[in-house]
């Protein structure tokens, strides 16, 4: 089993897209496909509504995707062809109690590509691309943190910079590819991610490595 991690600097950079378009591409590798969601203060995992509960059985929750309309993120993986979607909810910060039950639900899945940043303080992906677009302002902390273990960059093709006092020195060596969406995946992505996956003996899912203080 080969780990994929998408992360990215924000929302609304498409990372969604590029899960699907991997998963589209690469079909033949029987994707189970992973988004995981942190909610602020004041929104209960179990249905992503305001609530006020504090109770351990609402602060993260993991439910299997059936429906095929497109219509929200893990439903667009299915569409995409994914063997199985799931999505996960948790309070900001509150990872960390979901992931015994993540680790069980993937257990004899064949591949697995999840869209997160903050999961990368859990375990050591086989890949890890992340997606930034300059254009966008918002630099999430997770994003800064882990930039340094990208293996690759997704870069959105834009204008004058956005960003305030962001460097990418941590990723000066590793390969950038542009893109300008629509698509969000090109064929060098895929010929990219294709071979690192050909080149995994094993997967490293259930390695955890300890949490950044």
């Known amino acids: 089993m080969a780990v994929i991690v998408i992360g ?6 498409g990372k969604t897209s590029v899960v699907a378009g ?3 591409a690469l079909s033949g ?8 969601t942190q909610y602020g203060h004041g929104i209960c995992s179990a249905n992503g509504e305001a609530c006020d509960c504090a109770t351990g059985d609402h602060s993260w929750a993991i439910s299997e995707e059936s429906d095929r309309s497109g219509e929200s993120d893990t439903s667009r993986f299915l569409v995409a062809g994914a063997t199985r979607a799931l999505w996960v ?3 900001q910060g509150g990872l960390a109690p979901a992931m015994p039950s993540l680790r069980v639900k993937i257990l004899n899945a064949a591949n697995v590509i999840i869209e997160s940043n903050s999961v990368l303080r859990f375990l050591r992906p086989d890949l890890y691309l992340t997606v930034l677009d300059p254009a966008i302002a918002d ?6 943190e882990f930039l340094d273990r990208a293996n690759a960059v997704i870069l959105h093709r834009t204008g004058e910079s956005a960003w305030q006092s962001v460097s990418l020195k941590p990723v000066a060596d ?14 060098e992505i895929v ?3 294709r071979s690192k996956l050909n080149g995994c003996s094993q997967s490293e899912f259930s390695r955890s490595v300890p949490r950044k203080a």
């Open 8 to 13: 990215g600097h924000s929302r609304s950079v």
């Open 22 to 24: 991997l998963i589209s």
């Open 29 to 36: 590798f029987e994707w189970t496909a992973i988004k995981i």
């Open 89 to 91: 909810r948790t309070e």
């Open 139 to 144: 630099f999430k902390k997770s994003a800064r």
């Open 174 to 187: 590793r390969p950038v590819f542009a893109i300008s969406p629509p698509p969000y995946v090109t064929p």
């Open 191 to 193: 010929d990219f991610v």
